[in-house]
């Protein structure tokens, strides 16, 4: 039975070696994606999770190269295991392979046993270390706590934002979990549309259902959050049917039967930052980020609310010139 994800293969000539890899696709019954230029692989791994890329560097290295590199220094595709093609006997070319992220390097010198070794590698260290929801394709709870700590240990100003719709549930009992999928598509994209453009080195991760984090430098924390909220806003509507939409509502029961207006869906984002605490470990961050997220959704229609408190030993002791915010940023908590 042929895995549903496929090898993605970049190699503008034939030559033994990629012969090889196809070889190892087939008796590992993986199907493969094979490209001539490199800007399909760009195209693919932006829309899909391969299993893994392999990119003949042979003929054209430096372009190979690049694309390696922007491929390991971009937190959406990183975690696409790649395995580059090297010149047989250019120990250079390997090892500036391996500089720019390459997580294995094979050559025509590589033995049969030693490629399906390192291909069987590549792809299990990806599926040991990264768990990919199914629907958004974004890595999961081990990647997040791995991004949080790296930005913990980088000494760099950081913003850890928990995202959640308010009212999916109601909306998911309405019209069916297959339309709640598609919801959960939509702000995932949105998330990391945004993220992308608008904070370089930026992080999306799903922990699941509903649940988002994203983490980006400070300043990028409020044009990502304006520009997050308002195109959600602007989009969610058309999930409904235009009666639900024109009404900005629709009834619903409650576990006791009783009945009450469910209003159109909306985003909190709950937000902690390194500004004011030195924290210690990724727990006190998530411990916080959630706690931030369950006060956002407390208040009404979508918005994104910060953590101003300082961390003590033993609470969290507000500040007395805390400022507050009003409309969709804060009220900051204090």
């Not at 693919?44 to 890329?53: D, E, T």
């Not at 696409?80 to 997580?103: M, N």
């Not at 919801?183 to 994209?189: A, D, E, K, M, T």
């Not at 959630?290 to 407390?298: G, I, R, V």
């Amino acid at each position: 039975m042929r895995s549903q994800r496929p090898l993605a293969l970049y190699s503008p000539e034939a030559r033994p070696t990629v012969e090889r890899v196809r070889r190892f696709a087939r008796e590992t019954e993986r199907l493969v994606r094979e490209f001539d230029q490199l800007e399909g692989i760009r195209v693919l791994v932006n829309r899909s999770f391969p299993a893994c890329i392999v990119l003949d560097a042979v003929t054209d290295t430096a372009s190979v190269l690049e694309l390696c590199r922007d491929l390991k220094s971009d937190s959406f595709t990183a975690i696409v295991p790649v395995v580059v093609v090297a010149p047989g006997g250019r120990d250079d070319v390997a090892a500036e392979a391996l500089g720019v992220g390459a997580d294995e390097v094979i050559t025509d010198l590589t033995s049969d046993r030693e490629l399906a070794l390192r291909m069987s590698l590549a792809l299990r260290r990806a599926a040991r270390d990264v768990s990919v929801h199914p629907t958004t394709r974004l890595p999961g709870t081990v990647a997040i706590e791995r991004d949080i700590h790296d930005r913990l240990q980088s000494g760099e100003g950081f913003a850890v934002c928990y995202a959640d719709l308010d009212h999916f549930k109601e909306f998911n009992d309405r019209y069916g979990y297959n339309s709640g999928d598609k919801v959960i598509l939509l702000l995932s994209r949105i998330l990391r549309d945004v993220v992308r453009a608008l904070a370089p080195g930026g992080f999306v991760g799903h922990i699941g259902g509903d649940d988002f984090i994203f983490n980006l430098g400070l300043d990028a924390l409020e044009p990502c959050c304006d520009a997050i909220i308002d195109i959600f806003d602007e989009l969610i509507p058309y999930q409904y049917t235009e009666e639900d939409r024109r009404a900005g509502y629709f009834l619903g029961r409650d576990r006791r039967g009783a009945v009450h207006r469910i209003p159109l869906m909306t985003l909190s984002i709950g937000v902690v930052t390194d500004q004011l605490n030195a924290f210690i470990h990724t727990g006190q961050v998530s411990e916080l980020a959630a706690e931030m997220k369950s006060y956002a959704k407390s208040l009404p229609g979508s918005k994104y609310v910060v953590d101003r408190r300082v961390l003590t030993r033993e609470t969290i002791e507000p500040r007395p010139d805390d400022p507050r915010g009003g409309g969709r940023r804060p009220p900051i908590l204090s």
